[in-house]
């Protein structure tokens, strides 16, 4: 593996995140957005993340303030690009936009350039003819909150180069995930194959008032040793996203999901209420905040 220049597409949640991680474990990082005012909020949501880094990791002042500093930002795509060893594209969830994008990059990206999508619902079979290079395309998947949640799914498709998926494998570990090999093509990898049904049972267990919130976390907490019960992780993942699988079972005549997503907009999403992001969703974060304020002028 010789990848040293990494750049980022795509700034939202994770992609800041995806460049903050690699940029804090020592590689030059260019991120890219479409236009000059997605970048200035890719540099508001990069530098909060420093204290979290700080917080969670004990890294230093001059660890997080070295890791922004490798930083550069783009809204042009053949500038953000022309060094580029690796791509690691982090673009919304709309295969349109997805397919566009890989259009435009194959055509300015160095012959040399890795692309790796993070998709997490779409396969790379899906893109790699778009890439104009199939053979040097794969997937690179990671959880929500990187550098605690230090995962890196790596998935070939049946066009990928071996030493390709070999490099990217070694690539995760260097940025400090574990690296996780699929060996096949997998619609919603290993993580999403076993976390998207748990989360629909415990809303189905909530849609059809089996039980509430709060026990249903709890049976999953005390039961399992789980730091986190299914709605609190989905406060975590962000209720618009738990909406949107469901609306898609829905759509595709599943009366069950109908009804989930239903509830989750007119409850939730109609609400204001996200999640974490917004301070509230299952639970009320901003109460917390609230108590622990109220404790410390104690």
């Known amino acids: 593996m010789d990848y040293k220049n990494i750049t980022v ?81 982090a673009v919304p969830e709309v295969v349109q936009i997805k397919s566009d994008f890989y259009k435009r990059l194959g055509a300015v990206a160095p012959k040399k350039t890795i692309f790796a999508t993070n998709s997490s619902t779409l396969l790379p079979s899906q893109f790699a003819q778009d890439t104009g290079r199939p053979e040097k395309f794969l997937a690179l998947h990671f959880a929500n909150q990187i550098w605690l ?14 030493q390709v998926f070999e490099d990217m494998l070694e690539f995760a570990k260097a940025i400090g995930m574990v690296a996780l090999p699929l ?21 189905l267990l ?22 986190k019960g299914p709605f609190a992780i989905l406060d975590v993942i962000g209720i618009t996203t738990a909406y949107n699988i469901a609306n898609a ?7 069950e999901f109908v009804k989930v997503a239903e509830f989750l907009k007119t409850e939730y999403i109609d609400k204001g209420k996200l999640g974490i992001a917004t301070g ?7 109460k917390q905040k609230d108590k622990q304020a109220e404790l410390l002028n104690v």
């Open 9 to 89: 597409a795509g700034s939202g949640v994770l992609g800041s995140q995806i460049a903050f991680q690699t940029a804090f474990k020592g590689f030059n990082v260019t991120v890219y957005d479409i236009n000059d005012e997605a970048v200035e909020r890719a540099k508001e949501r990069i530098a909060k993340l420093m204290p979290r880094y700080q917080k969670d990791l004990k890294a230093s002042e001059e660890e997080v303030t070295g890791a922004f500093n490798r930083l550069s930002f783009y809204s042009d795509l053949s500038k953000a690009v022309a060094e580029a060893d690796l791509v690691i594209e």
């Open 149 to 162: 949640s230090n995962t890196a799914e790596v998935m070939k498709h049946p066009g990928t180069d071996s």
């Open 183 to 203: 060996h096949k093509e997998q619609p919603g990898y290993i993580l999403n194959s076993l976390l998207v049904p748990f989360l629909e049972a415990a809303q």
């Open 206 to 227: 909530l849609v059809n008032e089996i039980s509430d919130v709060e026990s249903i976390d709890k049976t999953w907490q005390i039961a399992t040793g789980s730091p």
């Open 249 to 255: 079972k829905g759509q595709a005549g599943n009366p």
């Open 280 to 286: 509230e969703g299952f639970y009320n974060y901003k």
